[in-house]
């Protein structure tokens, strides 16, 4: 069963520490830092990535606060306290939540402000793979994050029981940069 969220921050704005709690509340969650012992790149050095199953390859959220230079800068996370929370949707919720499937982003790729603080919206380098963020969401937007999250949970363990993989199990590998 489940475990509830956390509680509120008392300010209203959760940190990227409160973030990545209430993701692992959630059954079988396993979370990396991007380190250099995780054989990760060093521009992700810091960011979080969160996996059901044993591979490890695939996240189905993270929580980034740096831009990535030439690749994703347009949430322009380098501003003080300024995090993002990313999760993978998929076509079907994506579509639902934003009116248009993650094929047609593109063309509307234009008319989101990524730098916009406290709204979901497409991921803006993964919006054409089902990913959706939120630049510091408030105590108003938490329960439809913890929503998202809890989609993108469920459909990271199905797809590891459909692979054939048990979640929770052991496993190495390394980060991808899905997500990000």
Same mark, same amino acid.
Do not use: K
């Given at each position: ?37 995780? !054989? ?5 050095? !810091? ?13 189905? =959220? ?38 248009? %499937? %993650? ?7 234009? !008319? ?19 990913? =959706?963020?939120?630049?510091?969401? !408030?105590?108003?937007?938490? %329960? ?37």
């Amino acid at each position: 069963m489940t475990q509830p969220p956390p509680s509120v921050p008392a300010a209203g704005l959760p940190t990227e520490a409160e973030l990545a709690q209430r993701i692992l509340t959630l059954p079988a969650v396993t979370q990396v830092r991007a380190d250099a012992a995780s !054989g990760a790149p060093p521009a992700s050095w !810091g960011e979080r990535f969160f996996f059901v199953g044993p591979d490890r390859r695939r996240p189905f =959220a993270t929580i980034v606060a740096h831009d990535t230079p030439g690749f994703d800068e347009d949430s322009r996370l380098d501003r003080p306290d300024v995090h993002r929370l990313n999760v993978e949707l998929g076509r079907a919720e994506f579509q639902r939540r934003f009116g248009y %499937p %993650p094929a047609r982003f593109p063309d509307h790729r234009a !008319g989101i402000d990524f730098t916009r603080q406290g709204e979901i919206m497409p991921h803006p380098a993964y919006g054409l793979h089902g990913w =959706a963020c939120v630049l510091c969401p !408030g105590v108003d937007l938490l %329960p439809e994050v913890d929503r998202l999250i809890a989609h993108a949970h469920a459909r990271a363990v199905d797809r590891h029981r459909r692979a054939g993989d048990r979640p929770g199990s052991d496993g190495g590998g390394a980060l991808s940069a899905p997500g990000r």
